[in-house]
């Protein structure tokens, strides 16, 4: 075979804007090597990080995170017979196995037999997660249908009995209430060598500590704490001390980035106008963002790093979904970025610059519910003051969806002779149609009718569990919409098809059930209409086969949807700039920032 080429990286490992420790770590050419089988290795989404961060936050789990040291190299290879030159500077040692065979070889001709799965190889991630998996099954993990980095495993007594524990009780939960006790489990997260562990009492690491040292790996623990930041694939992380909020920024990476590209910041940074990440005036089609003409100049990389900077938004985006409609409307622009494209990112820098502490709170403190529902404080509604009911304080009130009211059931003809909902459901009225839902999980869908430079429509959802979004996006449709009905089914079906993944991890995690579809909110009356109503297809016969799937989730109970006010639309952020005051709004429901919520029970 032919050998690889090596060599030896040295790097600073960064911890927002602190260097944690300086790396020289062997990497080998394996760019150069031919290998016929699949190289793939599973690495975690975004979304399962968050959810199982929110999950974590909801039951006051105990968060735990660490580091595989060199985990690369604790597998073996896959064959035998790879080779690599030594890298520059390095030579033969007469302690060094085949010493006596290239002692007197000139240095060209000198190889090393690799054993290892050395960082570089492109099997390597492959071999060191298929390690992994035999590892954690054969103590008894599973990983999840939804998500094949997250494993779960639950503890039995020595005599086959589940290992019942006490479950914590949340802030501001009734004293003379008891929770039943449930079966002790450990979930863990796993990406390449960082592993986030969760469990009710802790000892879900140590455990892990244990069982890898068995197999020749060693785990460094890195707690989370809510005195001081952890890192998490460089994600900041605080739990709170009684372990009911968990909260994710990247406060150090943005503001890292800020001063790198434009310079040490002044006070021109903290005006107004950057306290939103894009102007409003960029909606309006006289001041929209369009691609490069054969009469404007394109700005080139020295000038300003337009990919660059496109880029880490992206991955900030991770746990900062304000960013993501500018985002998304600047990265359309990334071949020939122009003046005034780099005028956008240079305010979408300064903007990330003064909200760089911003961070995204789950929270099992506020019993689980979507933003949607809230009290009125209108006093003068006759229900002004009235909690949300569920089985136990029903008090014969419905939630009207259209006008944001409570209302006596004795008032409306289809509450007449029905049961109060069933404990923990929230019962709806939603134009006549009476609909009980589960409020601990929701989301909502919103279309920008063509509002792009090229007529596309703009998709945005909101996917809500834990007090805070776990799933968000904003994207340009495919497709121009001849209406906004059509804008708003492509919408709806795009965020439904993101909703799948979490509501299968939420219940392979126990935390939902999927015997009750998940409220999904439309503004739209009429996308609403032909989204609820199986085999309707006026209006929608050029994308029936679409419709036909939206309805088919219907039918099998995975959504229900619900109209929702447009001023109540958090999903409305996603599709289009915003002026401050409505941007703020939705961004304090979004990040769980307020007093958003308020008990329902």
């Not at 000892?203 to 500590?209: C, I, N, P, R, T």
């Amino acid at each position: 075979k032919r050998p690889l080429p090596s060599t030896m990286l040295i790097t600073r490992k960064m911890n927002g804007e602190e260097v944690d420790k300086c790396k020289g770590r062997l990497v080998c050419g394996g760019h150069c090597e031919v290998y016929g089988n699949d190289t793939f290795a599973p690495t975690p989404h975004a979304i399962s990080f968050r959810t199982a961060c929110a999950v974590a936050a909801k039951n006051g789990l105990t968060l735990e995170s660490g580091d595989i040291t060199s985990a690369f190299i604790t597998g073996g290879l896959d064959e035998e017979g790879v080779i690599m030159r030594p890298p520059k500077g390095i030579k033969p040692s007469p302690m060094d196995i085949g010493y006596d065979i290239v002692k007197n070889l000139d240095p060209s001709r000198q190889i090393l037999i690799i054993h290892k799965a050395l960082y570089g190889l492109a099997r390597s991630p492959k071999l060191h997660m298929a390690k992994m998996r035999r590892v954690l099954e054969s103590d008894g993990y599973r990983s999840t249908d939804a998500e094949p980095c997250v494993y779960v495993k639950k503890l039995w007594n020595e005599d086959g009995t589940p290992r019942m524990v006490e479950q914590k009780k949340p802030p501001n939960f009734p004293k003379d209430m008891e929770l039943p006790k449930v079966q002790e489990k450990h979930i863990i997260l796993i990406h390449v060598d960082d592993i986030l562990a969760m469990s009710r009492h802790g000892g879900a690491m140590d455990h892990l500590v244990k069982l890898l040292g068995e197999h020749g790996m060693t785990l460094e623990v890195k707690p989370i704490s809510h005195d001081k930041k952890s890192f998490f694939v460089g994600v900041e992380m605080i739990q709170s001390e009684d372990k009911f909020t968990v909260s994710l920024g990247v406060s150090g990476f943005l503001s890292r980035l800020a001063k790198e590209i434009l310079g040490e910041p002044d006070e021109s940074w903290n005006t107004k106008p950057f306290q939103v990440p894009m102007t409003a005036k960029y909606k309006n089609k006289t001041h929209m963002l369009v691609p490069a003409s054969e009469e404007d100049r394109v700005i080139s990389a020295e000038e300003f790093p337009y990919r660059k900077c496109i880029g880490a938004l992206l991955w900030a985006n991770v746990v900062r979904p304000d960013k993501c409609q500018a985002v998304r409307q600047l990265s359309r622009f990334c071949l020939k970025p122009t003046k005034k494209h780099v005028e956008a990112a240079k305010h979408l820098l300064k903007y990330c610059y003064n909200t760089r502490d911003r961070t995204i709170n789950y929270s099992g403190a506020d019993r689980q519910k979507i933003p949607y529902f809230r009290k009125e404080t209108t006093e003068d509604l006759d229900t002004a003051g009235l909690n949300q009911y569920t089985s136990s304080f029903y008090g014969g009130h419905v939630y009207d969806s259209a006008t944001g009211t409570w209302k006596d059931a004795k008032s409306m003809p289809s509450q007449l002779g029905q049961d109060p909902p069933a404990k923990g459901m929230v019962r709806v009225d939603d134009d006549g149609l009476t609909v009980d839902i589960d409020p601990s999980m929701g989301m909502y869908n919103d279309a920008s009718f063509q509002s792009t430079f090229d007529y596309k429509s703009v998709s945005g959802h909101a996917t809500f569990f834990g007090s805070a979004a776990v799933d968000w996006g904003s994207h340009t449709q495919s497709v121009v919409a001849m209406s906004t009905m059509e804008a708003e089914i492509f919408a709806t079906t795009k965020g439904t098809q993101s909703l799948m993944h979490v509501r299968t991890l939420l219940h392979e995690l126990g935390e939902i059930s999927l015997l009750n579809p998940v409220v999904s909110f439309e503004d739209n009356k009429a996308a609403k209409l032909c989204l609820a109503v199986p085999d309707r297809r006026k209006g929608a016969k050029h994308f029936e086969r679409m419709l036909a799937r939206a309805h088919q989730w219907v039918q099998a109970k995975v959504v229900n949807y619900v109209y929702c006010r447009t001023d109540e639309m958090v999903a409305d952020v996603f599709t289009k700039p915003m002026e401050e005051g409505l941007f703020n709004k939705f961004m304090k429901i979004l990040f769980n920032e307020d007093n958003t919520y308020e008990d329902y029970e």
